[in-house]
């Protein structure tokens, strides 16, 4: 998206949705980003060969990692009689918001290393039911 502000283009994430899906994704990205950024400073500090390069393809590779290990988690979900048939009223909205919206192919990241050991530490991920009502932080969903 070009920001005239900024006189440049820049990538922002856009998330549509339920009020309550809104605030889990939220929630989800604040921990992975969070998550990742703690995983960056342990790797660091293990692994001298890490430069600050290499830091956003760790991060990308976390992220992957954990998306990998939700993809596997979705398997054997079906395997056990449970399918999650997605929202069509979202895909629809979608489609009418972004008409233009085609799929990209993905690029592959110069920092292979990095992204490696990021993806390895994504698939460890827990990810755990967030807490409902106001904390610190603002990382709680709202009640109700």
Not at 2 to 24: D, F, K, Q
Not at 65 to 75: N, Y
Not at 78 to 91: K, Y
Request: glycine residues 12%; hydrophobic residues 40%; proline residues 5%.
């Amino acid at each position: 998206m070009y920001v005239p502000h900024a006189a440049r283009s820049e990538r922002i994430l856009e998330v549509c949705g339920t009020p309550e899906n809104v605030a889990m994704a939220e929630y989800v990205h604040a921990f992975l980003m969070s998550t990742a950024e703690r995983l960056w400073k342990e790797a660091c500090a293990l692994q001298p060969g890490l430069r600050r390069g290499d830091k956003s393809a760790f991060m990308v590779g976390v992220v992957g990692g954990f998306s990998d290990k939700l993809r596997g988690a979705r398997r054997e979900q079906q395997g056990a009689g449970l399918v999650w048939t997605g929202d069509p009223a979202l895909a629809s909205y979608f489609q009418k918001r972004h008409p233009r919206m085609r799929a990209a192919a993905r690029s592959r990241t110069s920092r292979v290393a990095a992204h490696a050991l990021g993806r390895a530490e994504g698939q460890k991920v827990v990810l755990h039911r967030p807490l409902e009502g106001k904390g610190a932080g603002g990382r709680l969903l709202p009640s109700g």
